[in-house]
């Protein structure tokens, strides 16, 4: 049942979810391209497969099989029509933008870019996180089109080990409301990672298929350097085959921060 109800809100491109850092998800595109380890198990991939195989316009020549799994070919959609869907939503949501996706990858038009950050400046009572891999596209595209900053849109970038850290250094130069990094899938150590001026950081493990172990050692130094640097820090997953069976407990805990929404006068 949660299958169905999970390709339900994939099939009209956003919904509800149970992605446990947001409410909800929104697809203004469909179709990536791999690029680091932290991809090779991309859930979106598995997902995308399903949708091809069902005959979904929105995917149909996403993915390919290779070593008897599912890729994505690079082929990307530009979805148009689900532009204005934020702006039906009436009650506030933190939404998950291109959670199918990487609205920053090579290929995508600067002006539908813009488009989304019209519809994200306009619904302007939804918190929007837009998360990355490629934080030089995001901080290129942002100067050149002026793409404005606000307190509801949090950009990020996901580091998912030490070979990527280079990332933050990017990230923190971009004017944003808000910072954040996803730590997912954390397959190797960070180290002591600098977290300065970033507001939230999100740690989880691979799951599914072929997941990589995540050590708790890593999670820690993550930790330490959320305290050091006044970062909000929150544990998504253990992960592997059944996320549900390892579960979210860290320490004994869950931890679920948030960064502090300032104040406006």
């Given at each position: 049942m949660r299958l169905q109800i999970a390709l339900c809100h994939v099939n009209k491109m956003a919904g509800l979810t149970d992605i446990e850092w947001t409410d909800a998800t929104w697809n203004p595109v469909s179709g990536c391209l791999m690029v680091s380890?932290?991809?090779?198990?991309?859930?979106?991939?598995?997902?995308?497969?399903?949708?091809?195989?069902?005959?979904?316009?929105?995917?149909?020549?996403?993915?390919?099989?290779?070593?008897?799994?599912?890729?994505?070919?690079?082929?990307?959609?530009?979805?148009?029509?689900?532009?204005?869907?934020?702006?039906?939503?009436?009650?506030?949501?933190?939404?998950?933008?291109?959670?199918?996706?990487?609205?920053?990858?090579?290929?995508?038009?600067?002006?539908?870019?813009?488009?989304?950050?019209?519809?994200?400046?306009?619904?302007?009572?939804?918190?929007?996180?837009?998360?990355?891999?490629?934080?030089?596209?995001?901080?290129?595209?942002?100067?050149?089109?002026?793409?404005?900053?606000?307190?509801?849109?949090?950009?990020?970038?996901?580091?998912?080990?030490?070979?990527?850290?280079?990332?933050?250094?990017?990230?923190?130069?971009i004017p944003a409301g808000m910072r954040f990094i996803s730590f997912e899938p954390l397959i190797s150590s960070v180290g002591s990672v600098n977290l300065t001026d970033i507001d939230w950081a999100i740690v989880g493990g691979e799951s599914g298929p072929g997941a990589r172990?995540?050590?708790?050692?890593?999670?820690?130094?993550?930790?330490?350097?959320?305290?050091?640097?006044g970062t909000a820090f929150f544990f998504k997953q253990w992960g592997g085959k059944n996320k549900k069976a390892t579960g979210r407990n860290l320490h004994g805990r869950t931890w679920d921060e948030y960064p502090k929404m300032p104040i406006l006068a």
């Open positions: 380890p932290g991809c090779t198990n991309c859930y979106a991939m598995r997902m995308a497969s399903r949708l091809q195989a069902m005959g979904h316009q929105n995917y149909l020549g996403s993915v390919r099989q290779s070593g008897g799994r599912s890729v994505w070919t690079g082929k990307i959609q530009l979805l148009s029509e689900t532009l204005e869907i934020p702006l039906g939503w009436k009650r506030p949501r933190k939404i998950f933008v291109n959670s199918m996706s990487d609205l920053f990858q090579d290929g995508i038009h600067p002006e539908f870019i813009s488009s989304v950050w019209k519809t994200m400046l306009k619904a302007d009572w939804h918190i929007y996180q837009v998360l990355t891999k490629r934080p030089i596209n995001m901080a290129r595209l942002v100067k050149k089109l002026g793409l404005p900053s606000a307190t509801h849109i949090w950009l990020g970038t996901t580091v998912e080990g030490g070979d990527f850290v280079k990332r933050i250094d990017i990230l923190r130069d172990p995540m050590d708790i050692r890593w999670v820690d130094e993550i930790k330490v350097q959320c305290r050091k640097s």
